[in-house]
């Protein structure tokens, strides 16, 4: 017998919530960005140096690249699946009214996340991978120079800042379902993880925004 | 009161149905919604036309057969009823109302509004049930059980099997319907015992019978005419994750 729409489902929350612990981490080493500069330019780039050379982040970040592949995939599959489990289409559909926006179009908000990570590998994970960087005082790789500048520009911003905002309501569902995925069906803490999941969200989304207004209205060091 | 109706006639199971126009005077309010149709059914029949089949039985919310779109949502404008239980009321006069049959490919439409849910009953035949043998009631204080558990226990077998949770659904999933007979069995000393393998077995039969993943957007909470709660979802996910994890 296959059973795939419970197994499938914990696919998504594992990959999803290892994608959370992810992006805690993440957050953490950008507030270096919120340094005064001279500092922020060093340990920023020493940090980044400490990520790209230590053997256990480059085992974690594998597993990263692969969570993210297979969130994807699986949502892929799923949402097919979906398709196919509904049939015909109504008429006259209003059955939006009995639920929210963001938990009916995870699909529309990933889709979001995933041309925005396309964009950010490309201008930070695949500059500093294979790309001439030039060096910092301690002969570091100068990514903080790349991040400051890429900041200045105005339309740039607003694709990060739209992105955190999809980000924010993909983490707001997704955070409360894979719990429930995990099978939390306690009232009590099924309340607590949402309102853990709340707090999440907001700090997570709130936090990746503010770095690069900071960054536009405060630095510039062209 | 009158009505503008727009209402799915599909002649059977595999041919294309469409939104026929119907308009509808001498609507009392007090009338519930099936007495609504009877009402057009009567004039269908004098006129010689064919009526508009649609399921009922009790007609007093409890038994789960009525169940219908009505202006793009299950069993109509309220949450927690049944159709049989919406009155005109609920409706102005002069209003356009869209009745369709709950749509899934699971749930296939047989007539009009009539739809084939026997894939809820081969979820059941696949695990819903004890392995008790028959016989003489044994004595009722032999198995002690807690008050709130039967209550809770309750509230899931409260679910009649009506199929608003599927028809709402984005993903046409029967989470909510499945995870309710398995809440109501988990909960009772009597259906513990065989938890794991009921788990396994009707969650398999779901999957069979091709309905969607849960994504959690609760809308079948809202919709369910008895408002089986979504908790319930989240036990059958530890259920199956445990049963899963142990098998051997």
Redesign the interface.
């Known amino acids: 017998?296959?059973?795939?729409?419970?197994?499938?489902?914990?696919v998504m929350a594992a990959t999803g919530l290892f994608l959370c612990l992810f992006l805690v981490i993440h957050l953490l080493g950008n507030l270096q960005l919120l340094l005064p500069e001279s500092e922020a330019r060093e340990q920023f780039n020493w940090y980044s140096h400490l990520l790209s050379g230590n053997i256990l982040i480059k085992i974690i970040s594998y597993v990263l690249y692969l969570s993210l592949i297979g969130h994807a995939v699986y949502a892929l599959v799923?949402t097919r699946?979906?398709i196919?489990?509904?049939?015909?289409?109504?008429?006259?559909?209003?059955?939006s009214?009995?639920?929210?926006w963001n938990?009916?179009n995870?699909g529309i908000l990933g889709t979001i996340i995933l041309i925005f990570l396309v964009i950010h590998f490309k201008d930070y994970w695949y500059v500093y991978k294979f790309g001439h960087l030039p060096l910092d005082a301690k002969g570091n790789k100068d990514l903080y120079s790349i991040v400051v500048r890429s900041f200045q520009q105005g339309w740039y911003i607003i694709i990060y800042e739209l992105s955190f905002v999809a980000l924010g309501f993909h983490l707001l569902?997704g955070f409360?379902?894979a719990?429930?995925?995990?099978?939390?069906?306690?009232?009590k803490y099924?309340k607590l993880v949402r309102a853990i999941g709340w707090i999440y969200s907001l700090v997570i989304t709130l936090g990746f925004m503010l770095i690069p207004l900071y960054i536009y209205f405060n630095l510039n060091v062209l | 009161m009158k009505l503008y109706l727009k209402v799915w006639r599909q002649e059977h199971r595999e041919s294309k149905g469409n939104m026929v126009s119907y308009e509808v005077d001498g609507i009392s309010e007090h009338m519930s919604f099936l007495e609504m149709l009877d009402l057009l059914n009567e004039r269908l029949i004098s006129k010689g036309e064919r009526v508009i089949e649609f399921d009922h039985d009790c007609r007093e919310g409890i038994c789960g057969a009525c169940g219908m779109m009505i202006n793009g949502r299950a069993h109509g404008p309220l949450t927690g009823t049944t159709t049989c239980q919406l009155h005109m009321r609920s409706f102005k006069d002069g209003e356009t109302v869209y009745i369709e049959p709950f749509r899934a490919a699971a749930f296939p439409v047989l007539r009009d509004l009539k739809i084939d849910r026997s894939a809820f009953d081969h979820i059941i035949q696949s695990g819903g049930y004890i392995s008790a043998s028959t016989g003489q009631a044994p004595e009722s204080n032999s198995i002690p059980i807690a008050h709130e558990v039967t209550e809770a226990a309750f509230d899931a077998a409260a679910c009649i099997g009506c199929g608003a949770c599927v028809a709402t659904c984005k993903n046409s999933s029967a989470a909510l319907f499945t995870s309710a007979k398995i809440s109501h069995l988990v909960l009772l000393p009597q259906g513990k015992l065989e938890s794991a393998d009921r788990v396994i077995k009707m969650v398999g039969q779901m999957d069979a019978e091709g309905f969607g993943h849960c994504s959690n957007t609760e809308a079948c909470e809202v919709e369910c005419p008895q408002e089986i709660s979504v908790l319930h979802i989240g036990r059958m996910n530890y259920e199956y994750n445990k049963a899963m994890a142990l098998r051997k």
């Open positions: 017998m296959k059973q795939t729409t419970l197994t499938y489902k914990l799923i699946k979906n196919k489990a509904n049939g015909s289409k109504y008429v006259y559909d209003k059955r009214q009995v639920s929210s938990s009916r995870m569902h409360f379902s719990s429930r995925t995990l099978g939390l069906y306690h009232p099924a």
